[in-house]
């Protein structure tokens, strides 16, 4: 039986580093009636800061656009999670995922944004077209509330 | 709000307390005070205590990594305090743990 949506939201905001506190604030008011764990909270939230401060740093270099934040949840204890930034976008989308890989190491990025991303969701899919901007999908399976722990 | 940054000083030690959050957007703040700390008062050793940061992405592990640069740059040692299983995680993940000392208090 395909799975059925159960709420949605999309929120639209500008890329100022103050907003990916708002991010995470945004997808925790979205998450916690779905009773995560700790543990999936902050696993989720620690991926979704990593893909705004990604629009930030590096798909709006210097300049402010906007960055679009979609969320998804569904009856069978998955949510998708969606970023998309309409900034210059990612030449080589695989060596941008490879470990340790920065094109700003002066800035103390240490190139592990798309790692954790990797690490903290179930399913991590980038789009991208240069010029054009870049879309980030995460999808996470809650654990069930009777079994969760922490 | 917690307190983002507490610096204090202990004979040749620089001892950097975080709080809160740590992003990239409060990291630029964090990462230029220890800095200043840094190359005014040239310790032997930079002590950064985590244990009061409730939130760390990589921005968190960028501060990190540049504070160690940045204290070989004048001799000094850095030794990582109080970090929390989260951030260990996040540390081994970029294999940081095989190269900052960690400690507990």
Redesign the interface.
């Known amino acids: 039986m395909p799975k059925k949506a159960l709420n949605e939201i999309r929120c639209t905001f500008l890329s100022r ?2 907003n ?2 708002l991010a ?1 604030s945004i997808i925790s008011g979205f998450l916690l009636p779905l009773d995560p764990t700790v543990d999936e909270l ?1 696993d989720i ?2 991926a979704i ?2 893909a705004v ?1 990604n629009c ?2 590096h798909g709006y270099r210097g300049t402010v656009g906007t960055i679009v934040l979609d969320a998804k949840s569904f009856d069978d204890r998955s949510v998708r999670i969606t970023v998309t930034d309409r900034g210059c976008g990612i030449e080589n989308v695989a060596r941008a995922r490879m ?2 890989f920065t094109t700003c190491p002066d ?7 798309f ?2 991303m990797e ?1 903290f969701s179930d399913r991590l899919s980038v789009t991208s077209a240069p010029g054009k901007g870049t879309r980030i999908t995460l999808t996470r399976k809650l654990a069930s509330p009777l079994k969760g722990s922490t | 709000m917690e307190e983002a940054l507490r610096l204090s000083y202990e004979e040749d030690t620089v001892i950097a307390e975080i709080g809160g959050e740590i992003d990239h957007h409060r990291a630029v703040s964090v990462r230029s005070q220890i800095d200043e700390a840094l190359f005014k008062r040239m310790p032997k050793t930079l002590i950064i205590d985590i244990g009061r940061v409730d939130f760390m992405d990589s921005s968190g592990l960028g501060l990190i990594m540049g504070r160690l640069a940045k204290a070989k740059e004048i001799g000094a040692s850095l030794m990582l305090r109080n970090p929390s299983a989260r951030v260990m995680r996040m540390l081994k993940m970029a294999g940081l743990d095989r190269i900052i000392q960690t400690t507990k208090t």
Not at chain 1, 107 to 113: T, V
């Open positions: 580093s103050e990916e506190a995470r902050a939230r620690c800061s990593e401060t930030i740093v470990p340790l800035e103390d990025r240490c190139g592990m944004g790692s954790i690490s």
